[in-house]
């Protein structure tokens, strides 16, 4: 859900001897005219901002939108959950423990720092996603996707299952593979 805000303008007048501060008072008409680009917004939303999209920029997947800024969109734990869709969702430091996100398009996301300590994250994509220093203790990530230069830098996969997973292209510097599950 997009939440919208309305713009409000309030105007007040101010009395002070205008020759004092070596200033010429405004006319009402003068005043009245300066107020009709404010005015002509009371009531109105503001435009929505526009959702940022994975894409492929200078030979890397980045989440633009549609002015060509770089960003994430802002995700709530529980729709994600409820969707098992996330592209390009900002969900650092969250803690999905436990989680069921078998099949989840997680695409451009950002999941660093987070907790995704035995989660169910069979057949999910994290194509071009951020998961450095993403902690996945014992998740079961068997034919999980961690391609198109996914982010594992400095990630804890003890004890992980990543049987058929796919991790090509994906930068590992410092992460954690010991006792994993390969078959």
Same mark, same amino acid.
């Given at each position: 859900?997009?939440?919208?805000?309305?713009?409000?303008?309030?105007?007040?007048?101010?009395?002070?001897?205008?020759?004092?501060?070596?200033?010429?008072?405004?006319?009402?008409?003068?005043?009245?005219?300066?107020?009709?680009?404010?005015?002509?917004?009371?009531?109105?939303?503001?435009?929505?901002?526009?959702?940022?999209?994975?894409?492929?920029?200078?030979?890397?997947?980045?989440?633009?939108?549609?002015?060509?800024?770089?960003?994430?969109?802002?995700?709530?734990?529980?729709?994600?959950?409820?969707?098992?869709?996330?592209?390009?969702? /900002? %969900? =650092?430091?969250?803690? $999905?423990?436990? +989680?069921? *996100?078998? &099949? !989840?398009? #997680? @695409?451009?996301?950002?999941?660093?720092?987070?907790?995704?300590?035995?989660?169910?994250?069979?057949?999910?994509?994290?194509?071009?996603?951020?998961?450095?220093?993403?902690?996945?203790?014992?998740?079961?990530?068997?034919?999980?996707?961690?391609?198109?230069?996914? /982010? %594992? =830098?400095?990630?804890? $996969?003890?004890? +992980?299952? *990543?049987? &058929? !997973?796919? #991790? @090509?292209?994906?930068?590992?510097?410092?992460?954690?593979?010991?006792?994993?599950?390969?078959?």
């Amino acid at each position: 859900m997009q939440k919208t805000a309305s713009v409000l303008v309030l105007a007040a007048s101010i009395h002070f001897p205008a020759a004092a501060a070596g200033l010429r008072p405004m006319s009402d008409m003068r005043f009245e005219k300066s107020l009709q680009p404010a005015r002509a917004l009371i009531g109105k939303k503001a435009p929505a901002p526009s959702r940022y999209e994975l894409k492929l920029v200078d030979g890397r997947f980045v989440c633009v939108n549609d002015l060509g800024e770089s960003g994430y969109n802002t995700a709530l734990r529980s729709s994600v959950l409820e969707s098992k869709s996330a592209s390009c969702s /900002d %969900l =650092s430091g969250k803690d $999905f423990s436990g +989680a069921a *996100l078998a &099949g !989840a398009q #997680l @695409s451009g996301s950002n999941f660093s720092g987070a907790k995704l300590i035995r989660s169910n994250l069979v057949d999910a994509s994290f194509f071009a996603a951020k998961l450095s220093a993403a902690d996945l203790t014992g998740a079961n990530m068997i034919g999980a996707a961690l391609t198109g230069g996914a /982010d %594992l =830098s400095d990630a804890r $996969f003890a004890d +992980a299952n *990543l049987k &058929g !997973a796919n #991790l @090509s292209a994906a930068a590992a510097q410092n992460a954690d593979f010991s006792t994993i599950k390969i078959r």
